[in-house]
């Protein structure tokens, strides 16, 4: 199960780097528990969709590539790499131009061939940095 499990995250990214979101509903459940979701989206598989959106057109060529990927039971933890050119307005800030790169590490919790929950952290200082937001 922990083969599958982990091939089922990384489809996930595959679909985010393929910018075809609607094909996370294969992969993802409609009322996934996001711990750490953000802030004024929808809940649930909606709020993915608009978080993605989101970063897919502040990022223009977005990608996410999968370091590790490590699984145990019903559980997968991986360490990413997130990549891409800050094209458009960023949380107040307007485009930079620069490449940027973010790391971080997500769990994921599966049932029934479906991500049901998600815990996440990333590097924002980094990103800010890289923005030239922070020193």
């Known amino acids: 199960m922990s083969a599958e499990n982990k091939a089922k995250v990384q489809q996930i990214y595959e679909v985010i780097n393929a910018n075809t979101l609607d094909d996370l509903d294969a992969l993802i459940a409609v009322d996934v528990n996001d711990h750490n979701p953000t802030p004024g989206v929808a809940p649930g598989l909606a709020g993915t969709k608009q978080t993605l959106s989101m970063y897919h057109a502040v990022f223009s060529d977005l990608r996410v590539t999968a370091e590790d990927i490590i699984a145990e039971g019903n559980k997968v933890v991986v360490r990413l790499a997130v990549k891409g050119t800050h094209t458009g ?11 940027v790169t973010m790391n971080g590490i997500e769990m994921f919790r599966l049932a ?19 923005l030239g937001v922070m020193g």
């Open 89 to 99: 307005e960023f949380m107040g800030l307007p485009p930079t131009g620069k490449q």
């Open 112 to 130: 029934n061939g479906k991500i049901v929950e998600r815990w996440a952290e990333f590097d924002m200082m980094s990103l800010m940095q890289q």
